[in-house]
Structure formats: structure tokens, C-alpha cells
């Protein structure tokens, strides 16, 4: 009797390790995960201000690592699979240092509002800046570029929020040479 129960027990451990085996091989495989770098911090850069000099905010509904799209007008989801190399700060730091490099001498401060895409196929890029150009209020402004996706996926995204974050900077940047 025990001989017999020693056996069915094997049999039920080798039973379930097969068909845990079995389930773990018919699993489907996980995602890779895409990093991405704004395409035009892949140009060279003539200048450089210091990061004293240019100083960038983000809000945290825009989320650090993902990639965000805004599927309805109360939901905003952040990609898993689809990131930022570096993280989002970073790079966007990198570009306003790199970009608007006239007067490094005296400080510009960056807070963006909004950095993603929707599903009406729009990059979207909003917010607000303060330049101190040396009088008392110094100078300020906003800037909102809405720029239609060329490509669909995150592909297409990620060029369309380069495009519209660049249209921002120069926006800025005029304001700022008048």
C-alpha cells in the first residue's frame, strides 16, 4: 500500500512538472524593449551652455522613462516596452543646452507641460519659460506645437515630438533675440 502510494505520487510530481514544462515553452516570449533618442541629438552641436545656464522642469504626469500617449481625454499611458534611452529629463536638458546657445551667460528655465502623443495622430509639446536677461521681470512666455505624426508607431511619435520640441525651441529663441 505505501509502495503503491509512493508510485502515484511520483507519477502526479512528474505529471505536473511535464505540464508546467509544457506551459512555460508555449508562453509567449516577452516584448523587447525599444530605447529612444531624439533624432537631433544626433547631429553635432556647434555650442554648449552650461547646465546652470539652461535648466529644464518636467511635469510628472508626463511621465520619466516611457514613452506617453494619450489614448482618451482622461487617460494618459505610459509605454512599457517603448523608452527613453537616459530618460526623458536628459535628453530634453541635452537639447536645450545644445540648442539655444546665444547668452549662456544668462539663465533660461524650461517647464514642459506636455510631451506626448494622441490618438487623433498628433505629437503634442507644451509649456512655459523665463528667461533673466538682466531686467527685473525678465522676459516669459509659452509655447504649444501640435505636429501630425508622418508614420504611424512609436517610430513616427518620437520624430513628431522632435519636431514639435524643436518648433518650441525656436519659438523660444525668437522671443528671446527681440
Not at 28 to 41: G, K, Q
Not at 113 to 128: D, K, P
Not at 143 to 152: H, M, P
Request: aromatic residues 6%; hydrophobic residues 40%.
Amino acid at each position: 500500500m505505501i509502495q503503491s502510494l509512493k508510485r502515484t505520487i511520483k507519477l502526479m510530481v512528474l505529471a505536473v512538472s511535464s505540464l508546467l514544462l509544457l506551459a512555460a515553452c508555449g508562453a509567449a516570449p516577452s516584448a523587447d524593449v525599444n530605447y529612444y533618442r531624439l533624432p537631433h541629438l544626433n547631429q553635432a552641436s556647434t555650442g554648449y551652455c552650461d547646465e546652470q545656464a539652461r535648466q529644464i522642469a518636467i511635469d510628472t504626469g508626463i511621465g520619466r522613462d516611457g514613452v506617453m500617449v494619450q489614448e482618451t481625454e482622461l487617460l494618459m499611458v505610459e509605454a512599457r516596452n517603448n523608452r527613453w534611452i537616459g530618460g526623458l529629463a536628459s535628453q530634453l536638458q541635452n537639447s536645450l543646452q545644445r540648442r539655444l546657445t546665444d547668452q549662456c551667460e544668462k539663465r533660461l528655465q524650461v517647464s514642459l507641460m506636455q510631451f506626448y502623443g494622441n490618438t487623433q495622430g498628433e505629437a503634442v509639446v507644451a509649456g512655459y519659460w523665463h528667461f533673466n536677461n538682466g531686467s527685473e521681470a525678465g522676459l516669459r512666455g509659452s509655447f504649444e506645437q501640435r505636429v501630425s505624426l508622418n508614420n504611424d508607431g512609436y517610430d513616427g511619435l518620437v520624430r513628431a515630438l522632435d519636431r514639435a520640441w524643436l518648433k518650441s525651441l525656436t519659438n523660444i529663441e525668437q522671443q528671446i533675440k527681440k
